[in-house]
Structure formats: C-alpha cells, structure tokens
C-alpha cells in the first residue's frame, strides 16, 4: 500500500476516533511507509486541511476523478502544491497522475484561498498557516499552594518581572522579552504563564509553593468546597495528588482562624502501589501532610463506608480513573481536520454560475498532534491513561468499561452514611462516562434510598457558578431514556446546567473535563444501601480493565530535578 493511502487511513481513523495524529501513526505496526515521512504528511497536511478543501473542492477535482477519495485528494494536493519534492510517487502512478492533470486549476485556486486571506505570497501563506497552528497553544496554569506561600510572595519571587495581563490570549505568542502572568476568573489562587515558561527549575516550584495543574483540574475540590459540610474528606483516586493538596489548601484556609488549626482530615486513597508514593512524596512537599492521611495501595471500593473512622466523612472528592481523551500535552496545538466535500456542487467559473455548497458539510474534526513531552511536565490527568483506540468497536467497549467501574465508585461513594456533598470529575469528553454516569448515579438504589441529588447551579461557589460551559441537554436526556421509567423524574436541563464542562484547547486554554457535584440534604435515613455489583474482589469488573493503570504514565512529582 502506498504512502498516500497509509497515510489516508491514519487521518481516517483520527477523525473517527477523535485520538491523536500522532498515536494513529505510531501506534499501529505492519505499515509499508516510513514512520516518520507518514508522521510529517499527516501532520502538514491536516494543517493545511482547511485551505486545502476549499481549493478541492472549487477545483472540483472530486467530480472531475471519481476515484478519488476526500482524503487521499487532500494528501497529494498537499504535497503537488506544497511539497518540496512534489507528489512521492512516478509521474506514471495513476494517483499521482490524477491530481498532476488538474494542476493548473489547483493552483489557480490555491491563488485564489491566499488572496482571500491577505496573504500576497505563498511564504506569507504558510507563516499565516503555521502560526495558526500556535495560536491555540494551551497556557501552563499554576496553582499557588497556599499551604506553603501566598501570591503577593510568589510576585516578589519566582514571578519578579513578570506583568499581569487580564487577556488570556497574550499567553499564546508573547514576544522575546514578554514575561506574562494571567490571575485567573474562575478559581482563587489561579495563575497561568505561557505554555513556553519553564518554572520547574525554580525554587518556588522544587519547594512546592507552585502546583503545575491545569484549570480544570482544580474544579471538582472547589466545587467540592470541603468547608460548607465541615468534616473529614475522602479523596477516593487520589494519585498523584493535585486535587489532595488542592482540598488541603482549601481545608486550611477555611479554618485558618480556629486556633488550634482544622479539624478536618483528608484521607486519601490509592489503590496503585507505586502511584502511591507519588502520592505521599507530593503531600509532603506541598505542606499538606499533617491535613492528609495516606491510604495506600488501597482499594476505594473495599473501604468500609460504616467503618467508626469514616464516621465523619462528610465530603468525597471522585476523580477515577478514565479515557483520558480530554487530556491536552503540554506544548500541543489543535488543528482541525477539514476534508473535501466530495458532493459540493461546483459550477465551473467558465459558464460563469455561482458555487452552491452542499448540504453535506465537509467532515471537520479537532484532533491533536502532539508532540512528546516530559513526565515532569504531567500534571494529575496527563497521569491518566488515554485512551487511543483506532477502532470504534473497541473504544464502545472500553467506555461501557470505564463508565460501569466508574459508576460503581460513585455509588459507593454515596453510601458513606455521613456524606452530605461528593464531586465526581472525569478528564474524559465522553458522554458515556460524564453525563450518563451522572444520571445513573442520581437513578441508582443508594442515591434514591439517602436522598442524592446534583448540586444545582445556583448552589455552587461563585465562580464555578460563573463557568459558562454547562452539560449536555441531549447526553443527559439519552441517558434518562435509557433508563426509562425511572428517570421520569429528573429534569434534563437541571441536571445538564449542574454538569460543568470544559473543551479542550479551546480559547478557555483548558483540558477536556467534566465535572458534576451532588448533594443531600436529608441525613435523617441510615440503612447502607451498598450498590450492586460490588463483588469480593472490589471492582465488580470482572478484570475487564484491571490493566488500566498499568498503562497510566508515572508522574514523577514536581521537584523532582
Ligand atoms: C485520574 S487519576 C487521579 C488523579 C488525581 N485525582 C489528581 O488530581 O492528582 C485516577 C487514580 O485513581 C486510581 N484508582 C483507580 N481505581 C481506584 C480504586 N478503586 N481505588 C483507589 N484508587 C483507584 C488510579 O490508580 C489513579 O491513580
């Protein structure tokens, strides 16, 4: 099989699975073509997609060649227009020789998208190209560890020089002697740098003063907000620790006028062994180990919720283990993948008629190139394991997985018997284990019989309650469908306004995300209604993905250098 149609099949698969360029390329064995001139082509011509299509598609070169296909069009026309060496095949080939007949209205029409651009040169295209490809560079946000230093330290400290900036996107592309910081809207303690800083050298951040954690990492402990129910908290998946140290800092700042310091305990969780030294080396650099107790290689779902020393549990943060597909590398860009749409009705410039667009639009999908990064740049989601399934059937089945065990956290979750608030958060942008777990939970035996319901909008800390980016309507009605008569009495929309969402690369500079509270205001019913399907061995799985976290990469805790 050629290049071009190797090539072809891995934006293909991008596109259906919404995985990375570079794990459809590199992922897969047996192919004929070079790694990495596969890697490059992709990688350009997904680029240029947008541009590309649209000289496709006025060329009319999908109705003037039948044979080809939207995507193998989009790879030769990008490297007959493009390319320095040209199209990578004998002039003789039937591929190459049926975009090499149409090249002169090609690049007629490639004229034509640049001077609709502004651009008066093709170099002035391709900086115009490149550079859009770095605009959608995702800031390094910075949680200030309040357990250990303060902002107004850190200003005078590690971020001496630095301006403050109240446009986020002045992070993107900062000039040579541009030192940005960004104190963010939404979450107390807050700041991003550019994605191009390096802070992990400097002292603040080997002292734990400075958390690498991504936005939307930090929302379900503030969501959480440990301090409204009082209590000890459980932080049931808690390797490597963000959101521990994040509930510790929130814990401590609540109670920082009580003399004798909180009351409150963090138990933290973790069933892998060696993610639970992780774990326990970042509780302490952070400050927080007097707050936390380390449970671990435990095993959330075998703890004992009537158990006397969970007693108190009052709050529990969830943030399990998930696809990961939300998850952003440090230094990646998002492009989108546009294709040629092969039924765009072209009528040709000669007889003078204007161009209709179909009513098929052509297939536009985010997808990541990313480039590899180093574990000390994870931060507690990039320690997830992605999921990059290059086969639908695959990936359905790892979600059905992933969303039972997940649910299955969530229900016991809400059988502690003095649990009041839980937050349940994935890096995952998957219905099937956001919103549909969320109904489950809210449907299911225990949150009917302990009187669970989802922390509405309104009941939120403020500036969560300001995040525009809500649930979805549809997944949540689906979800209430499915389960028919039971889910009569949930409001969709209520539900899908108490879900928080975050898009990934999007101008917000966040992770994919999804996070929902639940609350109960009734403690007065005490039989443990332990969820079905919570088996001797903990995980009621059946080990369908016991090799989970085996995929998950080390984190090797901030400092480390
Ligand atoms: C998404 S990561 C958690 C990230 C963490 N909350 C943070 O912010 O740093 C999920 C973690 O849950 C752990 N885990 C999965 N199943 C578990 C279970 N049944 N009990 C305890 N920990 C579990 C995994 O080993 C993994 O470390």
Avoid at 82 to 96: C, F, N
Avoid at 112 to 123: A, D, F, N, Q, T
Avoid at 146 to 162: F, K, M, N, P, V
Avoid at 307 to 323: G, H, I, R, W, Y
Wanted: charged share 25%; aromatic share 4%; net charge neutral.
């Amino acid at each position: 099989m050629s290049l071009y149609h190797e090539a072809a099949q891995v934006i293909d698969t991008v596109i259906k699975s919404h995985g990375s360029l570079k794990a459809a390329v590199f992922n897969k064995k047996g192919w004929k073509s070079d790694q990495k001139t596969r890697y490059a082509l992709t990688t350009e011509a997904v680029k240029w997609s947008e541009i590309l299509s649209e000289v496709i598609e006025n060329s009319g070169l999908l109705q003037l060649d039948k044979k080809l296909t939207p995507t193998i069009a989009l790879l030769l026309a990008h490297d007959l227009l493009l390319a320095r060496k040209g199209v990578a095949l004998p002039a003789t080939h039937g591929l190459h020789a049926s975009v090499a007949r149409h090249k002169a209205r090609l690049t007629s029409e490639l004229t034509k998208s640049r001077i609709r651009r502004g651009c008066s040169s093709l170099e002035a295209l391709r900086t115009l190209v490149n550079n859009a490809g770095s605009q959608a560079a995702h800031p390094r946000w910075i949680r200030i560890n309040t357990l250990r230093t303060t902002i107004e330290s850190q200003l005078e400290t590690t971020l001496d020089g630095y301006k403050w900036t109240d446009n986020l996107s002045n992070l993107n592309s900062p000039g040579p002697n541009d030192k940005f910081v960004y104190l963010d809207k939404h979450i107390p303690d807050l700041i991003a740098v550019s994605a191009n800083t390096d802070l992990a050298k400097t002292q603040g951040y080997k002292d734990g003063m400075l958390i690498m954690q991504d936005k939307a990492s930090c929302f379900p402990a503030y969501l959480l907000d440990p301090a409204q129910a009082g209590g000890d908290v459980i932080d049931a998946c808690a390797a490597p620790g963000n959101k521990t140290t994040h509930l510790a800092a929130l814990v401590s700042s609540a109670t920082s006028n009580l003399q004798d310091g909180p009351t409150s305990k963090i138990f933290a969780c973790e069933r892998d062994t060696a993610r639970s030294q992780t774990l326990a080396k970042m509780v302490k650099l952070a400050g927080a180990d007097k707050l936390v107790s380390i449970r671990a290689s435990q095993d959330f779902l075998r703890l004992k919720p009537d158990s006397k020393e969970f007693a108190n549990v009052t709050s529990l943060l969830l943030d399990p283990s998930c696809s990961g597909s939300g998850i952003v590398g440090r230094d990646e860009a998002t492009i989108s993948v546009h294709l040629p749409s092969a039924t765009k009705i072209v009528e040709t410039a000669q007889r003078g008629k204007k161009r209709k667009r179909s009513a098929n639009p052509p297939a536009n999908v985010k997808v990541d190139s990313k480039p590899a990064h180093k574990p000390e740049d994870l931060d507690a989601e990039e320690a997830s394991p992605e999921v990059l399934e290059d086969d639908g059937e695959k990936l359905q089945a790892r979600l059905t997985a992933l969303s039972g065990f997940q649910l299955l956290l969530l229900e016991r979750a809400m059988a502690f018997p003095a649990a009041r608030r839980i937050t349940y958060s994935t890096c995952s942008v998957h219905d099937e284990e956001n919103e549909n777990v969320v109904v489950k939970a809210l449907l299911s035996d225990v949150a009917t019989e302990r009187g669970w319901r989802v922390l509405r909008r309104e009941e939120q800390v403020g500036g969560l309650q300001k995040w525009e980016r809500r649930g979805k309507v549809e997944a949540v009605e689906i979800a209430v469908n499915a389960n028919g008569d039971s889910g009569a009495g949930l409001k969709s929309e209520e539900v899908a306004e108490a879900c928080i969402r975050c898009v990934k690369s999007g101008e917000e500079g966040t992770m994919g995300f999804f996070v929902a509270g639940f609350v109960r205001d009734d403690g007065s019913l005490h039989t443990a209604a332990i969820p079905k399907g919570s088996t001797a061995n903990g995980n009621g799985l059946g080990g369908t993905i016991v090799d989970e976290d085996e995929q998950e990469e080390e984190w090797s805790g901030f400092g480390d250098d």
